[in-house]
């Protein structure tokens, strides 16, 4: 997909506060110089925003001020002025009711900040679910130069030999505890077994899934979802994102050039073949439609019925978000697809070059972790789309996820209807029917 660079030098967003000697410009300029910053870094060279939900409220993000300051890094060696800021964080494991109440809210506030600061271009810190598309709304409504980089997946957890995901795996040990299988000290260990480092959730939950999504959507750095959070790899990788900002400002390289009807599409189906979340469905609609995309629910349903799952990680599978990384990451899914006719290989990435040329050299290194498309975890993965009378306007399941009982389902006793949920022999997809008791 061709895209025209902007001509550079030229005079930047940011220079309507900084450039000159105005009254109005030495206040910009002198309040910010407060910090000790010489005058030539506000020459008209691009000032970099660097929008952080770190928070120790948000302990997926907790390492996020650490990581800027790499990303500081790749700036200033690229020629920008970096500009670190807070905003909202959407932290999953404390924010009550849900933290998907204020997922709206974080996106107003990035949208808000960038609109009204002097930044002409955006480095997205991201990790804990809401997060990251909180951010990519925001960045997308403004449509200034952005790019994600994620904080990263925490270590595998491991308790007795075994690996522990986040979040499924405490469920199931609460119900042991119930049923007398786990002893309350077991579960009081397993505790600090689950959670051994910084970082987001090791499974393919929604904080994997949505920097996967960043990714496959062209706006990440290629292999930037699976880094773990503690591996050097990931502070290098936050040092290239700040490098990288800058040329995408000079180049004027926004969110609608990469955004595209077939960055949605690859996003889909890159979905599908990790065995992604559903939580990804309801972001992936609210991007596009901050650029402009005319996505719907049906298009997970085309698109996405025909992916296989090959990504064999819980809670689908049994591995976890280390061994995704070490047997290559969503390069070589991205590949996989590619070779299957299931990308658009010409989509835009922040890189400046096509996906397909970000991946098409990657190896798998472990093809129990990564799956072939031939011998897949489950052959229709994807997100199936229900309708019924139950559901009008449509939900959605994950069929990687669910236990083949699940397929069909019985209401309870206490229960007016009967729900099915039923596979149709001659199509894949799922309906759901009432009847009466
Ligand atoms: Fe933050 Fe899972 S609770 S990533």
């Given at each position: 997909?061709?895209?025209?660079?902007?001509?550079?030098?030229?005079?930047?967003?940011?220079?309507a506060?900084?450039?000159?000697?105005?009254?109005?410009?030495?206040?910009?300029?002198?309040?910010?110089r407060?910090?000790?910053?010489?005058?030539?870094?506000?020459?008209?060279?691009?000032?970099?925003?660097?929008?952080?939900?770190?928070?120790?409220l948000?302990?997926?993000?907790?390492h996020?001020?650490?990581?800027?300051?790499?990303?500081?890094?790749?700036?200033?060696?690229?020629?920008?002025?970096?500009?670190?800021?807070?905003?909202?964080?959407?932290?999953?494991?404390?924010?009550?009711?849900?933290?998907?109440?204020?997922?709206?809210?974080?996106?107003?506030?990035?949208e808000?900040a960038?609109?009204?600061?002097?930044?002409?271009?955006?480095?997205?810190?991201?990790?804990?679910?809401?997060?990251?598309?909180?951010?990519?709304?925001?960045?997308?409504?403004?449509?200034?130069?952005?790019?994600?980089?994620?904080?990263?997946?925490?270590?595998?957890?491991?308790?007795?030999?075994?690996?522990?995901?986040?979040?499924?795996?405490?469920?199931?040990?609460?119900?042991?505890?119930?049923?007398?299988?786990?002893?309350?000290?077991?579960?009081?260990?397993?505790?600090?077994?689950?959670?051994?480092?910084?970082?987001?959730?090791?499974?393919?939950?929604?904080?994997?899934?949505?920097?996967?999504?960043?990714?496959?959507?062209?706006?990440?750095?290629?292999?930037?979802?699976?880094?773990?959070?503690?591996?050097?790899?990931?502070?290098?990788?936050?040092?290239?994102?700040?490098?990288?900002?800058?040329?995408?400002?000079?180049?004027?390289?926004?969110?609608?050039?990469?955004?595209?009807?077939?960055a949605?599409?690859?996003?889909?189906?890159?979905?599908?073949?990790?065995g992604?979340?559903?939580?990804?469905?309801?972001?992936?609609?609210?991007?596009?439609?901050?650029?402009?995309?005319d996505?719907?629910?049906?298009?997970?349903?085309?698109?996405?019925?025909?992916v296989?799952?090959?990504?064999?990680?819980?809670?689908?599978?049994?591995?976890?978000?280390?061994?995704?990384?070490?047997?290559?990451?969503?390069?070589?899914?991205?590949?996989?697809?590619?070779?299957?006719?299931?990308?658009?290989?010409?989509?835009?990435?922040?890189?400046?070059?096509?996906?397909?040329?970000?991946?098409?050299?990657?190896?798998?290194?472990?093809?129990?972790?990564?799956?072939?498309?031939?011998?897949?975890?489950?052959p229709?993965?994807?997100?199936?789309?229900?309708?019924?009378?139950?559901?009008?306007?449509?939900?959605?399941?994950?069929?990687?996820?669910?236990?083949?009982?699940?397929?069909?389902?019985?209401?309870?006793?206490?229960?007016?209807?009967?729900?099915?949920?039923?596979?149709?022999?001659?199509?894949?997809?799922?309906?759901?029917?009432?009847?009466?008791?």
């Open positions: 997909m061709t895209f025209k660079k902007a001509e550079w030098p030229r005079k930047l967003r940011s220079q506060w900084y450039g000159g000697d105005s009254r109005d410009t030495i206040y910009h300029r002198g309040w910010m407060n910090q000790g910053l010489p005058a030539d870094l506000f020459d008209g060279r691009p000032v970099i925003g660097i929008c952080n939900t770190w928070s120790e948000t302990p997926c993000n907790a996020l001020r650490d990581l800027a300051e790499r990303v500081k890094h790749g700036i200033y060696e690229a020629g920008g002025l970096p500009v670190e800021f807070p905003v909202f964080s959407a932290g999953e494991s404390s924010l009550r009711p849900t933290a998907m109440m204020y997922r709206n809210l974080a996106s107003m506030d990035v808000e960038l609109r009204a600061q002097p930044i002409d271009g955006v480095v997205l810190m991201v990790g804990c679910d809401k997060t990251t598309p909180s951010l990519l709304m925001g960045a997308c409504s403004v449509d200034i130069p952005a790019i994600v980089v994620s904080g990263g997946p925490m270590l595998n957890g491991w308790f007795r030999g075994e690996r522990v995901g986040s979040g499924t795996a405490l469920w199931q040990m609460s119900e042991d505890v119930k049923a007398g299988k786990l002893t309350r000290e077991d579960f009081l260990e397993a505790e600090q077994s689950m959670s051994r480092s910084p970082g987001s959730c090791n499974t393919m939950g929604t904080a994997s899934s949505m920097a996967s999504m960043a990714e496959a959507l062209g706006m990440a750095l290629s292999g930037n979802a699976a880094i773990p959070a503690v591996d050097s790899r990931r502070r290098v990788m936050a040092q290239l994102t700040g490098r990288r900002i800058v040329q995408m400002v000079k180049d004027d390289l926004k969110p609608s050039d990469v955004l595209t009807r077939k949605f599409e690859n996003a889909i189906r890159v979905n599908g073949a990790i992604g979340s559903t939580n990804a469905v309801i972001h992936l609609l609210a991007i596009a439609g901050r650029v402009g995309v996505l719907t629910l049906d298009d997970w349903d085309r698109l996405g019925r025909e296989p799952t090959i990504v064999n990680l819980m809670p689908s599978g049994k591995y976890l978000m280390e061994e995704f990384f070490y047997a290559g990451g969503l390069p070589v899914v991205i590949k996989s697809l590619g070779e299957a006719a299931l990308l658009h290989k010409d989509a835009l990435t922040v890189s400046g070059r096509e996906i397909w040329e970000e991946v098409k050299n990657v190896r798998n290194w472990n093809s129990d972790v990564i799956r072939p498309i031939s011998d897949p975890l489950t229709q993965g994807g997100i199936a789309v229900l309708r019924g009378n139950l559901a009008p306007k449509g939900a959605v399941l994950k069929p990687s996820a669910a236990s083949p009982h699940l397929m069909r389902h019985r209401g309870g006793r206490w229960s007016s209807r009967i729900s099915t949920i039923t596979r149709r022999a001659s199509t894949t997809r799922l309906w759901i029917s009432t009847r009466p008791a």
